[in-house]
């Protein structure tokens, strides 16, 4: 908790200890005990706010008006509030009469509740009443109108061992543990659940259950395995290894369950499921659902190349790892990502890997995602630079949009005027830009084409600076500009990933083997070319000092040196340039990234899922632009309560930091509500808020 303090809790109480000394202790339900241990923390300076808040699962506002109470009210001060008398019920019989008339015409229960004035629980309630049954999920519980259940939390509720259904998943007997939520007040890191709404739309558990087969029979479903990498990545642990650095029984109240999953347990599912081999599938089942979603984000793609370096003990093949500045062993995958960068798709590039060799994958990719009628701009940096591959994209139905490489000379400074263009989140842009036709000279076979494009070049006024753009779309040259220039997105998109979700990491160490038919270059073939060389360099300087009549000696000493140069050259010749792997290493191996491509999908979802928070908490946070993501990963780490009242599961956040960053969160509650999305599993319909918000 702090350098001086530590808390220890379980079933039967908690204990404070500073310096290694026990300073206080309270009985399981002791709520008093344990509010005054915190607030005696923070007065004798052993901790600070937000420690004392971390360590006792409530936010800094909870123990500082603990602290207020404690000096104003004593002890009596930490005596929790009394429930006042519940008010008159509103579901008198002849309301519960006009409710029950309204559902059987057909009327909706957001219908009802608007109709008679009453909330939809008490709706659910008064139909519950008339059928005479409860329903499914329900908890019984003194609950008012308002939604609100009468009922104390329990807090850091520990939920119930499941020992007996994992028996019986030993015994074949049981496919999946059913989720059941632990209700509880302050349980830490329940604002993770925050993701579930906006991971439901990118379709994560619904395409992994469509590609893969269930386990016969286990403890942990595939849902349950797949919720365990997501929550793990929110709270900043996107590695299997990760888990061992979380409490179980934390995670475990985030997917319905008694604790998570062990590291093994999750390394050797996910390596049955690699063994299945449709990491691939997953992928595109994934595109295919974030492409109809999105249709607007879907008229640009962005393509790039990110490199993985190896640290395995295998020799792998070498690729340049740009940020490092070298080349070494090392996977390089190819990433695809729509207008906003939001990542679309992934795949492992074969070795040698280029972005100018991917680009027909990544054509073929496309078109079938956007189907054939569309014409989408495929966009990328000069990693990708051929007139040639340009011209095959442009016959496919394609438009590209690229950087120009080695322009052939600056654009005189009258070409340009400046172009101002607004993008989808209403900022205004401005650039100097020119606009002009140009044709790129290609080689096809022996004959030499021109592929015919437009070149935009953009001014940087203060420097003078100028980056050319070369492209097939006809639109306006500011838009040509700004879907260029927004290349960052994705280049964001690969920083994030990198220092949040685990990017670089390898996930598995496994190895196939490398294609031993594929072309590499003979390494003989150098210095057999640089023997030879070197012969006829010293031939030509030993020849520039002799004589023009030469002695017969001399002479038959220069027609061996000249036979011998012509047998050196005839020997290089001789080498081939390049030849199969296979005879230079029989053993060649590669990465085996499908355990990879999984972990990489789960990590692309999560991504995109935060994303969505993001754009959605934009309106109610100035700072959006700068901390969104920080806020929403505050948000998610924070200790939230868990309640079902009727058939939702409330999550109310704890206070955060800041009123201001409450209050931005509360508003984002607001719009998930809208969506009545449920709890994966269940049909607890997810119900956000955030305390005194």
Same mark, same amino acid.
């Given at each position: ?156 509720a520990r939920p119930a061992p499941r020992d007996e259904e994992r ?86 109240? /985030?997917? +319905?369950? %008694? @604790?998570? &999953?062990?590291?093994?347990?999750? !390394? ?5 499921? $690699?063994? =299945? ?91 079938? /995602?956007? +189907?054939? %009628? @569309?014409? &989408?701009?495929?966009?990328?940096? !000069? ?5 040639? $591959?340009? =011209? ?96 960052? @997105? ?83 010749r001789g080498v081939p340039a390049r030849v199969p792997l296979g ?111």
């Amino acid at each position: 908790m702090s350098d001086a303090a530590d808390l220890v809790e379980n079933d039967e109480g908690g204990a404070v200890f500073v310096w290694g000394m026990a300073v206080s202790c309270w009985d399981t339900g002791d709520i008093v005990g344990r509010r005054l241990a915190a607030v005696q923390l923070v007065t004798t300076g052993a901790a600070t706010q937000i420690e004392a808040g971390a360590g006792f699962g409530a936010g800094e506002a909870t123990v500082q008006r603990w602290v207020a109470a404690w000096r104003r009210d004593g002890i009596d001060g930490l005596v929790p509030a009394k429930k006042g008398p519940r008010r008159p019920s509103k579901l008198t019989p002849e309301m519960v009469a006009g409710i029950k008339r309204l559902r059987a015409g057909g009327a909706s229960m957001d219908a009802i509740a608007a109709a008679t004035g009453v909330s939809r629980n008490s709706v659910w309630r008064a139909l519950g009443e008339a059928a005479g049954a409860a329903a499914p999920e329900a908890v019984p519980s003194a609950s008012d109108d308002t939604g609100r259940d009468a009922r104390e939390l329990t807090p850091l509720a520990r939920p119930a061992p499941r020992d007996e259904e994992r028996q019986a998943a030993r015994r074949g007997e049981l496919a999946e543990a059913p989720p059941v939520i632990c209700e509880g007040a302050s349980l830490p890191m329940a604002g993770a659940l925050l993701i579930l709404p906006t991971l439901a739309a990118t379709g994560l558990v619904a395409c992994a259950e469509e590609v893969y087969d269930k386990a016969k029979s286990a403890f942990y479903g595939l849902r349950s395995l797949v919720l365990a990498m997501v929550f793990a990545a929110l709270v900043g642990e996107a590695r299997a290894e990760g888990l061992t650095r979380l409490d179980p029984v934390d995670v475990g109240r /985030l997917l +319905g369950l %008694d @604790r998570a &999953p062990e590291v093994k347990t999750l !390394r050797r599912r996910l390596e049955r499921l $690699a063994g =299945a081999g449709r990491a691939d599938q997953l992928m595109a089942a994934l595109a295919r659902r974030h492409v109809a979603a999105h249709p607007e984000a879907s008229g640009v793609f962005y393509v790039d190349g990110h490199v993985r370096a190896y640290h395995g003990g295998a020799e792998l093949p070498k690729a340049h790892v740009t940020r490092m500045r070298l080349s070494m062993p090392a996977a390089v995958d190819t990433w695809v990502a729509d207008a906003f960068g939001d990542g679309v798709l992934c795949w492992t590039a074969p070795p040698p890997a280029s972005l100018v060799g991917e680009l027909a994958r990544v054509a073929t990719t496309i078109r079938d /995602l956007v +189907g054939p %009628d @569309r014409r &989408p701009t495929i966009a990328f940096d !000069r990693g990708g630079w051929s007139p040639k $591959a340009f =011209a095959e994209l442009g016959a496919a139905g394609f438009d590209i949009l690229t950087y120009r490489k080695q322009p052939l000379a600056a654009e005189p400074r009258s070409a340009f005027s400046e172009h101002t263009h607004k993008d989808e989140a209403g900022r205004v842009h401005h650039y100097w830009l020119a606009d002009r036709r140009v044709r790129l000279a290609y080689k096809d076979g022996a004959r030499r084409r021109f592929f015919a494009c437009r070149q935009v070049t953009r001014l940087d006024p203060d420097t003078s600076h100028q980056t050319h753009v070369v492209t097939t779309r006809t639109d306006a040259v500011a838009v040509v500009a700004h879907a260029m220039f927004s290349r960052w @997105r994705q280049e964001n998109f690969f920083r994030y990933l990198r220092a949040h979700y685990g990017l670089d990491a390898l996930d598995s160490y496994a190895t196939v083997a490398d294609d031993l038919e594929r072309s590499v270059p003979n390494p003989a073939k150098r210095p057999a070319s640089a023997r030879a060389g070197e012969a006829r360099r010293r031939l030509a300087e030993i020849e520039d000092d002799l004589p023009e009549r030469l002695p017969a000696e001399l002479a038959a000493a220069h027609t061996e040196a000249v036979a011998h140069v012509e047998s050196l050259n005839a020997a290089a010749r001789g080498v081939p340039a390049r030849v199969p792997l296979g005879e230079l290493h029989p053993d060649a191996v590669v990465h085996h990234g499908e355990r990879k491509r999984i972990h990489d999908a789960v990590r692309m979802a999560t991504y995109n899922a935060e994303t969505a928070l993001a754009r959605l908490l934009a309106p109610h946070y100035p700072r959006a632009d700068d901390e969104a993501r920080s806020l929403l990963r505050e948000a998610m780490r924070s200790p939230a309560d868990l309640q079902i009242v009727g058939n939702e599961l409330h999550v109310r956040i704890n206070p955060l930091s800041a009123p201001r960053r409450s209050r931005a969160v509360a508003a984002l509650c607001e719009d998930l509500n809208s969506n009545d999305s449920a709890y994966p599993g269940t049909e607890l319909v997810l119900r956000y808020s955030v305390k005194d918000a």
